[in-house]
């Protein structure tokens, strides 16, 4: 009898913990079992930190204190973040810019040390996880960022594919970046700049580049007279203009995203896009209005 007794608790040791959400996840049963009789739900989750899937000490200790008590806690960290974290985590190559919560050793204003539902042990959603601080404005000696939240979650807005169908890291590096706003490729900051591929990487990432390369095409952009390419006419030469100079990068309440007005200086130009069917219109300050057809 004392046998079965045996066995039973060593084959309930070894089965997957069930935690709250109701998935089932290996957890360290065997080397701290009693850690997860009140902790289970902080391991009962998707994606399990290893740390906290080996053995819950790999991170805490005692201090010698009882546990639980109402006086005293009984365990610490072993280190503070991110010291702790670099016990296991490389800290990577040194970067030209690097996110603020990352510069401030505040691994965990993104990420769950023990186990999330989210890829990578996010606390969020990864837009979510964004705009829960991107939801004012932020400037840095690099770059400026606006409150990107009423633009990609309000109503009646035109989200750029890019972030609507996979997401801020698809432009964004999360932790540090040598490109200025922690970009994945180059993105120029100044409206002008020689229309050249290598200064806009970032956008060629998904765009065809004879967007501005091609003097005449059908199918690398809408925005055409026929066949001649209107995009490569507004931006070739040695000061061609920035995308953002018509487009804004991230939303817009207009088809193609394009912008209401552009800053000129100290003015404001509207300009004054009307799509078409088949084309369109602009009336913006620096020429006549104009329009344009695909097909002529």
Not at 63 to 92: V, W
Not at 278 to 283: A, I, L, T, Y
């Amino acid at each position: 009898m004392k046998m079965l007794l045996i066995v039973d608790l060593l084959i309930c040791l070894c089965l997957p913990f069930r935690g709250p959400s109701g998935t089932e996840v290996m957890v360290a049963a065997v080397k701290t079992p009693e850690c997860i009789e009140c902790h289970g739900d902080l391991v009962g989750k998707e994606m399990i930190h290893y740390p906290a899937e080996d053995a819950c000490d790999n991170c805490h200790e005692s201090t010698g204190a009882s546990h639980p008590s109402e006086d005293s806690l009984g365990f610490r960290l072993m280190d503070s973040s991110p010291a702790l974290c670099f016990l296991c985590h490389e800290e990577g190559p040194a970067r030209a810019h690097v996110h603020q919560p990352v510069a401030e050793g505040k691994c965990l204003a993104c990420h769950d040390a023990h186990g999330s539902s989210q890829a990578s042990l996010l606390l969020h959603e990864e837009q979510e996880l964004c705009l829960g601080c991107h939801n004012r404005a932020y400037s840095s000696d690099s770059s400026e960022t606006g409150n990107i939240r009423p633009l990609v979650k309000g109503s009646n807005m035109v989200v750029h594919t890019a972030i609507a169908d996979m997401g801020c890291m698809t432009c964004h590096q999360a932790h540090g970046s040598d490109f200025r706003a922690l970009l994945v490729d180059a993105y120029p900051a100044e409206d002008y700049v020689p229309a050249e591929t290598e200064n806009f990487g970032l956008c060629f990432l998904c765009h065809d580049a004879d967007i501005m390369e091609a003097e005449e095409t059908e199918g690398a952009t809408g925005f055409r007279n026929g066949r001649q390419n209107l995009h490569r006419l507004h931006i070739q030469g040695t000061k061609g203009r920035n995308c953002r100079m018509c487009h804004n990068i991230h939303a817009s309440s207009q088809k193609f995203l394009m912008e209401e007005s552009v800053g000129f200086g100290n003015w404001e130009m509207k300009l004054n896009f009307a799509p078409e069917e088949q084309g369109g219109s602009c009336f913006p300050g620096c020429h006549g209005k104009l329009s344009y057809q695909r097909e002529l």
